[in-house]
């Protein structure tokens, strides 16, 4: 086991209403070591809290969170994340841009340079080290953040839906380069995504989540190989049986749910 959430709550001040709003309730969740772990749900079931929880961008309200069994007090470049926007800085180069993420481990600077370079190699972009990130698509943009990412040398990568801004051709082809990159690093990897084909199509193990207050719903552990063909019979009743727990959740057509709970006091 790499990490773990250990009975983690998490509640959020409701803005409107002044209250409680329990994004999490009693969440406990292993991640093993080198799996490629889908987090599944529909939107507002805690994706995104369970994964910054991980990262260390927010602190359990109950329970704790746990990496290689210590508990977590904020982000450390052992586990990398990647957003949704790559956020690069348009005034540097896609080089320097890899490298600032560097910056802080006090190498060279030709020490660093390199490490960025092997790092865009990886990522099929060497080639346009010195081009702004203006002047590359939006597949390309996010190849250089998972890179800046990658140059920290994380143990853990947190992936929040990285790819779903991009197009659906694009998504497929950045889908193929995550799981190359997987297999050949065997870093651990913790995606969220909401597209449950993407999910069957990478994932080592399928985790959904429901909403309201958001937990773990069931998991599926998928030991089919890579390129995965989702029209296989095994793979479309895995699908389906994903599908319909989804839409079994009230919240997946659009019911209003009660949303705005108090955790008991202790
Ligand atoms: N910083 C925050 N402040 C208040 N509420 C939040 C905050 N972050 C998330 N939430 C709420 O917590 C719930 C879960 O959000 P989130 O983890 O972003 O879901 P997902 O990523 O699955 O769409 C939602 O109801 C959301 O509105
Ligand atoms: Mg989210």
Known sequence: ????????????????????????NDVSLSIEEGEFLCLVGSSGCGKSTTLNLMAGFEAPSRGQMLFRGEEVS???????????????????SVLQNVMFSLQDGGARKAVREERAMEQLRLVGLDSFAH??????????????????????????????????????????????????LWQRERKTVVFVTHNIDEALTLGTRVVLMSPSPGRIEREWHIDEAWPRDLSSPRMVSLRQEVVGMLQA???ANGAP????LTLEED
Not at 143 to 160: G, N
Not at 257 to 260: H, M, N, Y
């Open 1 to 24: 086991m790499i990490a773990e959430l250990r009975n983690v709550s998490k509640v959020f001040a409701d803005p409107r209403s002044g209250r409680g709003l329990v994004a999490l």
């Open 74 to 92: 904020g982000p450390s470049p052992e586990r990398g994340v990647v957003f949704q926007e790559p956020s690069l800085f348009p005034w540097m």
């Open 131 to 180: 081009a702004r990130p203006n002047d590359l698509s939006g597949g390309m943009k996010q190849r250089v953040a998972i890179a800046r990412t990658l140059a920290m040398e994380p143990e853990m990568l947190l992936m929040d839906e990285p790819f779903g801004s991009l197009d659906e051709q694009t998504r497929r082809k950045l889908d193929n380069e995550a799981l190359s």
């Open 249 to 251: 959740c009230p919240c």
């Open 257 to 260: 749910r009660p949303s705005l």
